[in-house]
C-alpha cells in the first residue's frame, strides 16, 4: 500500500501565464509566497514539455512530474490550457502517475465547475466563450466557491491512495 | 567536492612507475623553451614521458574504461615505502604491520583511525602496480671516418665485444637489483631498452637480450622491450602496446592485493574476540584499539579501492556499500565513535566520501536514480545521526554539511555532464498504459517484470535526477539556512556562555555566507541558463527566480546598485505575467536598495508602485507606504527641478482604476458624444493624503485639453462618488483651437472612492475619437511627479466593466454592453448620409423576348452636390433554360453593369438613366439590385478634410452613401401555343421490296408511311396586347418529315394584326412522314417552325421593342400499325355509276407473314350491287407487303348508302392448326380511310368526332341521283 500523498499547494494558472489561484495546505502558512514562486518557475519546465508533447503530436494533458525541490511539482495543462500545478510534499515512494492524475481531473473539474458559473459574466462586457478575464475573475476573492471546491479535492486527496 | 580530501573522491586507476626518462618534471616543462637536445635519445625521453603523461590524468569523473594508467616518473633508483614495520625485538610472534596500520604506534591513525587519505596517496604515488625503466642499451661507437664496406677488423670485434659484455652484465646487475626490489612487492617490472636503429638491425642483438634478461633475471614475457628513436605517433602506439601488455600484470598486483586483504578481514572476523582480549589489558582509555567494525570498515574500503584500481566498478560498488554500512554501524553507536572527536569527523568525512564515491559509480553505470537515491539516503540517515549528537536542523552547522552534500553532488553531476552523463528526461508515460497496469491485481509475487511496470507507472520524486542546477541552487539554500542560523546563534552568543559553543564556532565566523551564497546561486543560474530551452527570446523564470535570489543576496551583503540591477531586469518579466504577489515584496526590496543608493526618483517610482499594488510596508501598516512616500516627498529634493518626473506605471498595475465610456459607439457629424471618464481607487489603494494638484486630460485628435485642478470640498460629503462635469468640446472647429479649458474637482481619493468626469465631445469631421491620456500631477515642495495614466486601466490583465452611472443620489450605474469592434472607449464620428431619391420605372411584366426598360430616376434631395453613379446587378436565375442579361446601353449584355454615370447633381436636380433587360429561354422571377453610390465631388472633400485628422483617413476619405433599390419582376411568355397533331395512314402504294426507286435520295422515295395534320392555336396571354408584325413558317423538311402546306401561306395577312390579351389565332399544316420514320424509336422532330414578330402594346399606346418569337412544330410520333385493311370508298357517288370500292391489306409486322381471308358479307338491303370476290384467301403477305382488292360497286339507291360489310381475318396463327375450320382466326380490323385520323397514342379522333357510331363506322356513301 503505497503512503498517502501529502497535496501542499496547488496553482492554476491562466493560458496567458497569469495566476488564477494559488492556495496552498501546508502547514504553517507562511510560507505561501513559496508557492508562487514554485507555481511561476513550473511555467518554464511546463512551456518544455508542452513543446515536447506538439513535437510527437501527443494530446496528453498529464505532464508529470516537473521538478524536485523540497517539494516535488507535478504539471497538467487542460485542453483550453489553462495549467494546473499542484506540489506533493516529498516522501521516499514511488508517486504513480494514476493517483496524480486523479488529484489533477478532480482539480480540473472544480476549475470548470466553477468558471460555468453564469453569474462570473454578469457584469462582462461582451459574452466571449474564450474571455480569459472571466476565467482570472473565478479565482478572485469575490468568488469563493471555486476556492471552496479547490479546498475539498485538497482534502480529500490525502484519501487518494487507492 | 574541494571540502574533501581529493584521494578520498578521485577515481582510481592502476599506477605504473616510470624510470629512466630523467627527472620528473611538471607536465608544463615541455613548452618550455629549453633548448632542444639534439641527442635523438633524449627527443625520444621526451616524447616518451609527453605521451606516457597524456594517458589519465587525474580526475574525480573518469567513466573511461581504457586501458590507460596513471603514470607516475620516478627516479630509477626510487625506493618503496618500508612495507612492514621491522618487528619490535620482544614481539617476534606478533605479526608485522605497515606502517600506515593502526596498529603500528608511529602512524597516524594508532590506535584507532579508520583509514586516511595518505593510504590511497600511497597507492597513486608511492607504490605501483608496474614498474617500467628505461634504459640505454650500450652501443659501440664505430671510429669515425670507417664505413660499413670497411672489413671489419678481428681485434676491433673482439674488443667490442668484451666491451659490450662488459657493460650488458653491468645493465643486467642494475636491473637485478631493481628487480629485487619489485619483487619483494609482486610489481612487475619491465625494462625498454633503448637503441638506435642500427642497432636493431644488428645480428647480434637477440644474442645481447637473451643474454640480458638471463642475467638480470627478468620475466620471460612483457618484461623486456627495445625502443629506438621513432616518430611521434609511433610513440604513441608503443605506448599503446606497452599498457595492453602490461594491463594483465598491473590488474594481478591489485587482485594479489585483494585476496590478501580478504584473507586478513576472514581471520580478522574469527579472531576478533582475541584482539579485543589481547589488547585490552595494557590499553589505556585514550588509547582504545580500533574495534572490530572499524577493521571491516577498513578492509572492506581497501577491497572497494583495490577493485576501482582494477576497473570493476560493480565489486567497487558493493564493498563500498559494505563499507558504509558497517560505517552507519560505527556511527549507530557514541560508544563506538564518541561526537565531535577527531576520529569522528575522519569517519565522516570518510563517510561523505565513499557515499560520493557510491553515487559515482551509480552515475557511470547510468544508475540515476538509484545514484540520487543514495544521496539523498546518506543524507537523511546522517541527518538523523546528527539529531542525535545534538547538531540536528537548529544548528548551522547540519546546514552547512548538507550544502555541503548537495554542492559535492552538483559538482559531480557537472563534471559527469562535461563527459558522459546524460541528465534523464522525466516525460510521463501514456495515461492509458498506465491505467491498464492498474486494473491488474497487486500480486505478491512481484517479478523483474512487474517491478519494472511499477516504476512505469510513476516514480519517486526523490529519486528523478535533476541537472546539477537544482542541486547548486539546493546547496545556495541550505547555506542560507546555515546563515540564519548562524545569525540567530550570533544574537544569543555572549562571551559568558561561551563554554556552550560549538567548536566550529570560531570558523564559521570567518566564514563569509553571503559569498558563498552568491557563488552557488551563480553557478545554479548558469546551469539553468544552460539547461533552459534554448528557444525562448527571455530568460526563463526559473533563471529569473534564481536572478531575483542572486539580487536578494546582493542585497543582503550590502551590493545594492547590483541588486538594483538584477531587480529591474526582473520586475519585468513579473509585472507582463502579473505575479503580483512576487512582484510586490521584490519591490520592496528594490525601494530599500534604491534608498540606500540614495537614488530617490527611482525610490519614488516604486513607491508608487507599490502603491499601485495596494501593498502594506514592512510593519503592515496599511497607509505606511503613503506615508513614506510623502516623507520622501517632505525630507528630499530631486536631482531635476526644471523637468517633471514622470513616473510611467506602463506595464504595471495602475494606480487609479481608469475607465472610458462613450454612450453610443457612433455620432453623426456635429452630434454630441457623451462620454463618462471614471477614476477611482481601489479598496487596497490608499492615496488619500497624496497632494494631487491637477488632472489633464488629452483628448485624441485636435481638441483642446481639460485641465481639472483640485479643489478640496469640505462639504463634508461621504459620497464615494463624485461627479464633476466637463461641458463640451469641439474636435476640429475651423474657427481656429478652442482654449484649454480648466475645471475644478476633488482630487483626493479614499479608498473605494470615484471621480467621474462627466462630458460631450462634438466633431466637425468624421473621426474616430477617444482620450488618448491622462496625467496626474503631483506638486509637493520642489518635487514635480507627472503620473499618465491610460483613459481605459487594465488591472490583472482584464479591464473594468463598462458601467454608466445614471444615478447620483443614491450611486447607480447600468452596465454597458457593447461589440468588441466598437470599443466603449472609443466613438465614431460619421458623415451624415446622403439624401437621394430614387425611382425605378418600368412597364412591368416583362416579355420574353424584349428588351424590357426600366428607367433609373435619382434625385439629389440634399443640400450638397453629389456625384452619383449606380451599380447594377441582376442575379442569376434558379429557373432552368431562362437566360437573362441587362445592358444600359443595348450593346453589351451582361449580369453586371458598373459605374453607370448619373454626373454631378445640384440640390434638386434628376437625372435618368435607363437599364434593359433582356430574358428568354423560360420565364422566370428576376431579381436586379440597383445601388446608386452618392459622394461629395473631390474639389469640395479635399477642402474639408485637409485641415482635420489625418489619423482617421478611412472615415473621412469614404464619404460615400450608398442607396439600394431592389427590382423584382416575373417575366411572362406573351405567347402561349397550343399544338393538335392528327396522323392519318397513307393510301400511297409502297414501292415494292426490290423497286429501284427506293434507292433515289428523294424524300418519299420509300413511300409515305403516314401524314400529320398540324393545328396550332397562339394565345395572346400577357396583360398587354402586342402588335404582331409578321407571322411566317419557316419550313426544316427532313429526312422522316416534310411539310406539304400550311394555311398561312396564303392568309398570314389575317394574323398580322394587334393582338389584345385573349386573342387567340391559329395555323394548320400538314406534313407527310416517310416511311423508314418508322422504324425510328423516338419521336420526328417537326420540319419547321412559325416566327413571329410583334412589340409590346404599352398602356400609353406606345409600342415596345421589336421582338421575335419562334415556336418550333411539336415533334411527330405517327401511331405503328401491325396487320390492317384500308378500305377506300368514295364518299359520294352518282346513282348507278359504278365506283370502286378498294380493299388494301397491308402486313405491317416486323415479322411474321400474315395469311389473311377476306369476304364480303353482302346485304341485299346494302343500296349497291356489288361485283366482285366475295369470299377469298388474299396471297400470303410477307412482312412489308401488300394487296389490294377491287370492288366495283354500283349504287342502286339515292340517299346514304352503307358500303358493304367487309371481314378480314388473318389464319396465319392456325395455320398449322388442328381445327382450322372451327375458328375464324383474328378479325384484322378494316378501317375506312376517310375518316382514318388518330391521335400520337392510335385513339380514334375523327370517327368520335363526327356523328354516332354505327352506321358511319361502317362506312356510309352518299350517293346522289
Redesign the interface.
Known amino acids: 500500500m503505497p503512503p498517502q500523498l501529502r497535496l501542499n499547494a496547488v496553482a492554476f494558472v491562466s493560458p496567458?501565464?497569469?495566476?488564477i489561484l494559488?492556495r496552498t495546505f501546508s502547514q504553517p502558512r507562511q510560507d505561501?509566497?513559496k508557492y508562487?514562486?514554485i507555481a511561476?518557475?513550473s511555467?518554464?519546465?511546463i512551456?518544455?514539455?508542452i513543446?515536447?508533447a506538439n513535437a510527437t503530436k501527443s494530446t496528453?494533458c498529464?505532464?508529470?512530474?516537473l521538478?524536485?525541490?523540497d517539494v516535488?511539482v507535478y504539471g497538467y495543462m487542460t485542453p483550453l490550457k489553462v495549467k494546473i500545478i499542484i506540489a506533493?510534499e516529498?516522501?521516499?515512494?514511488?508517486?504513480?502517475?494514476?493517483?496524480?492524475?486523479a488529484i489533477f481531473r478532480a482539480l480540473h473539474t472544480a476549475y470548470r465547475r466553477s468558471v460555468a458559473n453564469p453569474f462570473l459574466r454578469l457584469?462582462?462586457?461582451?459574452?466571449?466563450v474564450a474571455d480569459?478575464?472571466v476565467l482570472?475573475?473565478a479565482g478572485?476573492a469575490r468568488w469563493n466557491g471555486f476556492r471552496r471546491r479547490v479546498d475539498e479535492v485538497g482534502r480529500s486527496a490525502g484519501v487518494v491512495n487507492a | 567536492m574541494n571540502s574533501y580530501p581529493p584521494e578520498l573522491l578521485a577515481q582510481l586507476a592502476p599506477v605504473m612507475f616510470v624510470a629512466g626518462l630523467g627527472a620528473p618534471q611538471p607536465p608544463t616543462s615541455p613548452q618550455s623553451p629549453a633548448p632542444k637536445p639534439q641527442d635523438p635519445f633524449s627527443v625520444l625521453a621526451l616524447r616518451l614521458k609527453d605521451v606516457l603523461q597524456a594517458q589519465r590524468r587525474p580526475a574525480v569523473w573518469q567513466p573511461d574504461k581504457s586501458k590507460t594508467f596513471q603514470v607516475v616518473f620516478i627516479e630509477p633508483d626510487v625506493r618503496f615505502p618500508p612495507r612492514k614495520m621491522p618487528p619490535a625485538e620482544d614481539q617476534q610472534f606478533l605479526p608485522t604491520h605497515s606502517p600506515l596500520s593502526p596498529l603500528t604506534p608511529s602512524s597516524p591513525l594508532y590506535p584507532d583511525g579508520l583509514i586516511a587519505p595518505i593510504w590511497i596517496r600511497k597507492h597513486t604515488t608511492l607504490v605501483p602496480s608496474v614498474f617500467v625503466l628505461f634504459k640505454r642499451i650500450y652501443e659501440y661507437q664505430r671510429p669515425s671516418g670507417g664505413t660499413p664496406l670497411d672489413v671489419p677488423d678481428p681485434d676491433h670485434e673482439r674488443e667490442r665485444e668484451a666491451e659490450e659484455r662488459r657493460r650488458d652484465t653491468e645493465l643486467a646487475q642494475e636491473i637485478a637489483q631493481r628487480k629485487k626490489s619489485t619483487n619483494e612487492r609482486s610489481i612487475k617490472l619491465t625494462v625498454v631498452l633503448m637503441a638506435s636503429r642500427r642497432m636493431l638491425d644488428d645480428p647480434a642483438l637477440d644474442t645481447r637480450l637473451t643474454y640480458i634478461r638471463r642475467q638480470s633475471g627478468l620475466d620471460p614475457r612483457a618484461a623486456l622491450f627495445v625502443l629506438s628513436p621513432v616518430a611521434p605517433s609511433e610513440i604513441g602506439d608503443f605506448v599503446r602496446s606497452l599498457q595492453e601488455a602490461l594491463w594483465e600484470s598491473a590488474l594481478e598486483y591489485y587482485t594479489n592485493h585483494s585476496k590478501r586483504v580478504r584473507r586478513k578481514r576472514n581471520r580478522h572476523t574469527q579472531a576478533t574476540s582475541a584482539y579485543a582480549s589481547s589488547i585490552s589489558p595494557s590499553g589505556t582509555v585514550a588509547a582504545r584499539p580500533l574495534r572490530p567494525e572499524g577493521w571491516t570498515v577498513r578492509y572492506e574500503y581497501k577491497m572497494a579501492c583495490f577493485a576501482e584500481f582494477r576497473g570493476e566498478d560493480e565489486v567497487a560498488l558493493k564493498h563500498y556499500q559494505d563499507a558504509y554500512t558497517a560505517l552507519q554501524v560505527m556511527f549507530g553507536s557514541t560508544a563506538i565513535l564518541p561526537p565531535r572527536t577527531k576520529r569522528w569527523a575522519e569517519a565522516r568525512v570518510l563517510a561523505d566520501s565513499i557515499s560520493f564515491k557510491i553515487c559515482k559509480l551509480y552515475l557511470y553505470n547510468n544508475e540515476h536514480s538509484l545514484a540520487l537515491a543514495n544521496h539523498s539516503m546518506h543524507m537523511r540517515k546522517f541527518g538523523d545521526l546528527c539529531r542525535g549528537w545534538g547538531i540536528g536542523e537548529e544548528t548551522f552547522e547540519f546546514w552547512g554539511w548538507v550544502a555541503r552534500q548537495h554542492r559535492a553532488f552538483a559538482e559531480l553531476l557537472e563534471q559527469g555532464t562535461r563527459t558522459t552523463l546524460k541528465i534523464p528526461t522525466y516525460l510521463p508515460s501514456s495515461s492509458s498504459a498506465a491505467s491498464t497496469i492498474v486494473s491488474q491485481p497487486a500480486d505478491s509475487q512481484r517479478s523483474a517484470v512487474e517491478m519494472e511496470s511499477i516504476r512505469s507507472l510513476g516514480l519517486n520524486p526523490t529519486q528523478a535526477l535533476q541537472h546539477p542546477g537544482f542541486y547548486y541552487y539546493m546547496a545556495a539554500r541550505c547555506t542560507e539556512s546555515r546563515r540564519s542560523r548562524f545569525l540567530r546563534f550570533l544574537d544569543d552568543y555572549s562571551p559568558e556562555n561561551a563554554a556552550s559553543t560549538p567548536p566550529s564556532f570560531e570558523n564559521e565566523r570567518k566564514v563569509d555566507h553571503l559569498a558563498i551564497v552568491l557563488e552557488l546561486y551563480t553557478r545554479a543560474y548558469e546551469l539553468f541558463k544552460k539547461y533552459s530551452p534554448t528557444n525562448t527570446q527571455n530568460l526563463g523564470r526559473q533563471t529569473l527566480w534564481i536572478a531575483y535570489r542572486i539580487a536578494q543576496t546582493y542585497y543582503e551583503s550590502g551590493k545594492f546598485d547590483m541588486a538594483a540591477r538584477f531587480f529591474e531586469r526582473i520586475a519585468k518579466t513579473y509585472r507582463r505575467e502579473k505575479w503580483d504577489a512576487m512582484l510586490v515584496p521584490l519591490l520592496s526590496t528594490w525601494y530599500k536598495c534604491a534608498q540606500q543608493l540614495g537614488d530617490m526618483e527611482l525610490g519614488v517610482q516604486l513607491l508608487f508602485e507599490l502603491l499601485a499594488h495596494g501593498a502594506h510596508s514592512a510593519d503592515d501598516e496599511p497607509d505606511g507606504i503613503q506615508e513614506d512616500l510623502l516623507a520622501v516627498l517632505q525630507s528630499t529634493v530631486p536631482t531635476e527641478l526644471e523637468r517633471p518626473l514622470v513616473v510611467d506605471l506602463v506595464d504595471a498595475e495602475p494606480l487609479l482604476d481608469s475607465s472610458l465610456v462613450f454612450w453610443s459607439p457612433e455620432v453623426k457629424v456635429d452630434e454630441h458624444a457623451v462620454f463618462q471618464l471614471s477614476l477611482s481607487a481601489s479598496s487596497q489603494t490608499i492615496i488619500s493624503s497624496l497632494p494631487f494638484s491637477s488632472l489633464t486630460i488629452h483628448f485624441d485628435g485636435p481638441a483642446a485639453s481639460i485641465t481639472v485642478v483640485h479643489k478640496s470640498s469640505d462639504d463634508g460629503t461621504d459620497s464615494l462618488v463624485q461627479r464633476v462635469d466637463l461641458g463640451q468640446s469641439r474636435v476640429g472647429s475651423e474657427d481656429g483651437d478652442e482654449e484649454p479649458r480648466t475645471i475644478e474637482a476633488d482630487l483626493r481619493w479614499r479608498p473605494h472612492s470615484t471621480l467621474i468626469l462627466t462630458g460631450a465631445l462634438i466633431s466637425a469631421v468624421p473621426a474616430t475619437l477617444t482620450v488618448s491620456k491622462l496625467v496626474l500631477t503631483l506638486k509637493q515642495n520642489s518635487w514635480w511627479i507627472e503620473l499618465p495614466m491610460q483613459s481605459t486601466s487594465t488591472r490583472n490583465g482584464t479591464e473594468p466593466t463598462p458601467q454608466w452611472l445614471i444615478s447620483l443620489e443614491p450611486p447607480k450605474f447600468l452596465p454597458i454592453r457593447r461589440d468588441p469592434a466598437q470599443p466603449v472607449s472609443h466613438v465614431t464620428v460619421r458623415s451624415r448620409p446622403h439624401s437621394v431619391q430614387v425611382k425605378l420605372t418600368h412597364h412591368s411584366p416583362p416579355y420574353l423576348g424584349e428588351e424590357y426598360p426600366i428607367t433609373v430616376e435619382v434625385t439629389n434631395t440634399d443640400d450638397r452636390e453629389l456625384d452619383i453613379a449606380a451599380d447594377a446587378m441582376l442575379h442569376p436565375s434558379e429557373v432552368e433554360f431562362a437566360v437573362n442579361s441587362i445592358s444600359a446601353d443595348k450593346d453589351s449584355w451582361t449580369n453586371l453593369i458598373k459605374d453607370i454615370p448619373f454626373g454631378t447633381l445640384t440640390p434638386g436636380v434628376s437625372a435618368v438613366r435607363t437599364l434593359y433587360l433582356q430574358s428568354a429561354g423560360a420565364a422566370a422571377d428576376i431579381v436586379i439590385d440597383v445601388s446608386i453610390r452618392s459622394r461629395v465631388p473631390k474639389s469640395d472633400a479635399v477642402t474639408q478634410i485637409s485641415p482635420i485628422a489625418p489619423k482617421s483617413p478611412s472615415l473621412t476619405a469614404d464619404d460615400t452613401t450608398e442607396t439600394l433599390r431592389t427590382l423584382v419582376v416575373q417575366t411572362i411568355d406573351p405567347i402561349a401555343v397550343k399544338h393538335d397533331v392528327i396522323y392519318r395512314r397513307s393510301m400511297a402504294p409502297r414501292p415494292g421490296l426490290a423497286d429501284l426507286a427506293t434507292y433515289e435520295a428523294e424524300f418519299g422515295a420509300d413511300g409515305v408511311r403516314a401524314e400529320a395534320t398540324v393545328s396550332t392555336t397562339w394565345t395572346c396571354v400577357g396583360p398587354h396586347g402586342i402588335k404582331v408584325e409578321t407571322v411566317k413558317l419557316i419550313r426544316e423538311d427532313g429526312s422522316d418529315a416534310k411539310v406539304i402546306n400550311c394555311t398561312i401561306d396564303e392568309d398570314a395577312e389575317d394574323l398580322v394584326s394587334d393582338w389584345l390579351p385573349g386573342d387567340e389565332f391559329g395555323d394548320r399544316c400538314r406534313i407527310v412522314i416517310g416511311a423508314l420514320a418508322e422504324t425510328a424509336e423516338n419521336a420526328i422532330p417537326g420540319p419547321g417552325m412559325y416566327e413571329i414578330t410583334w412589340r409590346k402594346l404599352l398602356p400609353d399606346s406606345g409600342q415596345g421593342s421589336l421582338a421575335t418569337s419562334r415556336f418550333a412544330l411539336p415533334p411527330l410520333k405517327p401511331p405503328v400499325d401491325e396487320l390492317i385493311a384500308l378500305l377506300d370508298v368514295p364518299t359520294q357517288v352518282q346513282l348507278h355509276v359504278p365506283v370502286p370500292m378498294r380493299l388494301t391489306v397491308r402486313n405491317l409486322r416486323q415479322s411474321g407473314a400474315a395469311n389473311v381471308v377476306v369476304q364480303v358479307e353482302f346485304d341485299p338491303a346494302d343500296g349497291f350491287v356489288l361485283a366482285g370476290l366475295r369470299s377469298g384467301r388474299v396471297p400470303l403477305l410477307l412482312p412489308g407487303g401488300e394487296e389490294t382488292l377491287v370492288w366495283n360497286m354500283i349504287p342502286v339507291e339515292c340517299g346514304y348508302a352503307r358500303v358493304p360489310r367487309i371481314k378480314v381475318t388473318d389464319r396465319r396463327m392456325l395455320a398449322g392448326g388442328v381445327d382450322a375450320q372451327d375458328h375464324d382466326g383474328e378479325a384484322v380490323s378494316v378501317v375506312d380511310v376517310r375518316w382514318d385520323g388518330r391521335s400520337e397514342d392510335g385513339q380514334e379522333r375523327l370517327r368520335d368526332v363526327s356523328a354516332g357510331k354505327g352506321a358511319v363506322s361502317d362506312g356510309v356513301v352518299l350517293v346522289l341521283p
Open positions: 496567458q501565464n497569469h495566476p494559488i505561501e509566497l508562487h514562486y511561476h518557475t511555467l518554464d519546465v512551456e518544455e514539455r513543446a515536447a496528453e498529464y505532464l508529470g512530474l521538478y524536485v525541490e516535488a506533493l516529498l516522501s521516499d515512494a514511488v508517486v504513480r502517475d494514476a493517483d496524480v492524475i457584469n462582462a462586457p461582451v459574452d466571449n480569459h478575464a482570472l475573475q478572485s
